[in-house]
């Protein structure tokens, strides 16, 4: 153990450095170079005031990580250096920037706005290549994506009207964080960017960034190796609207964990708005902290549904719409039942049939949308049988496939059966018995009966014509009929 230094009252700096070099000499054994090089080597001596050793750390994010994670070191140091009456202040470098809070921009104070200074050229922004210069934030946000081009329906309704309020009152709502799910292509990062372009369209003084949670990953890993972690952290303090894309990828990540935690808190407890997506809800978020968990679900989750047929259908007539492009509708109803449900698929399936329009100057049939959801590897029966059809059908009805096979006599399953019958006498090639065979051995004349109850039903139940007519239509949509 090293001897304690003899302490005077009052120190002269020369003195503090000594004491600190002694201290680091014995912290340098306890933890590992990169954690000495990022968390210690920053830190400078300024006084020794009798049994007190003050040292400077450069912001408060500094200071309240060595509190949490290295106080045991700092006071075994501290303690073989000084004596076990040694004592350690901190000193926390004063920013040279004001800090602006979002209450300003609401009261639409003029003083406030004219005041309002983000990012001075000291501070380094970890986006950029060092080196260059920039008087203020960048967003990263793409312009096309808007609540204007958004398109809604039933499926991502809920998310969208959430994701509205949070860009009309940023900050201020109960959805902060506002936590966006969804399988992918579904639109996450359209909708939570439209938020980012609405608030920097109405409140230019703020500061948004969006950013993948990749990137953020590279900026730790960059300010761990080149000991610049103050300035991450004083980047991060001058954000006001942070969207953190796929947050899922933290997982395992324990480091950026840490660091997006303190992040976290310095935002929300100042007010500033945090928006995240993932492809899974937080409950299913695995190798991540439960401190993080628990924060994220602090605000409201929302969630983004795969689009059904209408919703397809709107999207893809806005996007010709957009291009003054024509398409017939029964070629745009084929595309869209096929496309699959990610958003993303169908756009580029929208992408590919606006560029023949434009460039192969033909018209675009049926023939040419087989040919481009060839290129997506979008898969189609070629030959419509009683099996498929049954399948359609119990898929429509919610039905078991080995119900209306069975004997069973209930009624929604009989209708289903005889439904089954009527379509597959109407479109397939199998003969009744054929068709009989399949659905539990029944005979020609049990099929008869079947086709002659449907046609009744389709001319007195509306309910019923309808149910018929969609399954129709999903069958011409299927086969090309």
């Known amino acids: 153990m090293s001897q304690p230094l003899p302490m005077k009252e009052k120190s002269t700096p020369h003195h503090s450095t000594q004491v600190w070099t002694k201290c680091l000499d014995i912290i340098r054994k306890r933890v590992s170079p990169q954690s000495f090089n990022t968390w210690f080597k920053p830190i400078k001596p300024v006084e020794l005031n009798g049994d007190t050793l003050i040292i400077q750390v450069p912001n408060k994010f500094f200071y309240e990580w060595l509190e949490e994670h290295y106080i045991d070191v700092l006071r075994q140091a501290i303690h073989q250096t000084i004596g076990p009456q040694g004592k350690l202040e901190y000193r926390i470098v004063v920013d040279n920037y004001k800090r602006v809070d979002l209450t300003d921009v609401y009261n639409n104070s003029g003083d406030a706005k004219q005041q309002m200074d983000f990012l001075p050229e000291e501070i380094k922004n970890p986006f950029i290549i060092p080196g260059i210069k920039h008087d203020r934030i960048l967003s990263h946000l793409k312009q096309r994506y808007t609540f204007d081009n958004f398109i809604v329906g039933d499926s991502n309704r809920f998310a969208y009207n959430a994701a509205k309020a949070v860009a009309n009152r940023p900050g201020k709502t109960a959805f902060n964080p506002l936590f966006i799910f969804g399988k992918v292509g579904l639109g996450k990062t359209h909708l939570a960017q439209a938020i980012g372009n609405a608030i920097t369209s109405s409140h230019p003084k ?174 189609r029966e070629e030959v419509i049988t009683v099996e498929s059809i049954a399948r359609l059908v119990c898929d429509h009805f919610n039905i078991p496939l080995q119900d209306v096979k069975g004997k069973t006599r209930k009624r929604p399953i009989v209708e289903a059966r005889q439904l ?55 069958l011409r949509l299927s086969y090309s009929l």
Not at 422 to 428: A, G, M, P
Not at 430 to 452: E, P, W
């Open 420 to 474: 089954i019958m009527y379509l597959s006498k109407k479109f397939t090639k199998h003969s009744l018995k054929q068709i009989g065979k399949f659905l539990g051995n029944r005979d020609h004349t049990t099929v008869i009966y079947a086709c002659r109850t449907v046609e009744d039903l389709i001319e007195t139940d509306e309910k019923y014509r309808q149910n018929v007519f969609t399954i129709e239509k999903k």
């Open 206 to 379: 703020l500061n948004v960034v969006y950013i993948t949670t990749e990137r953020l990953t590279h900026q730790v890993i960059y300010s761990i190796r080149h000991q610049s972690m103050d300035d991450l952290m004083r980047y991060y303090q001058n954000v006001h609207i942070l969207i953190v894309d796929d947050i899922q990828f933290l997982a395992r990540r324990p480091k950026t964990q840490e660091i997006f935690f303190h992040i976290f808190n310095h935002m929300h407890q100042l007010e500033r708005q945090i928006i995240l997506t993932s492809d899974r809800p937080v409950k299913e978020l695995e190798h991540m902290e439960e401190r993080l968990i628990s924060r994220f679900k602090w605000g409201v989750t929302v969630d983004l549904q795969p689009p059904d047929f209408e919703l397809k259908l709107a999207i893809a007539r806005a996007r010709l719409r957009d291009e003054q492009v024509e398409v017939p509708e029964r070629v745009l109803e084929y595309l869209c039942y096929h496309a699959g449900d990610s958003i993303r698929d169908l756009e580029g399936i929208l992408s590919t049939l606006v560029a023949r329009a434009l460039f192969m100057q033909g018209d675009i049939n049926m023939a040419t949308a087989q040919k481009i959801l060839q290129y997506y590897k979008v898969q």
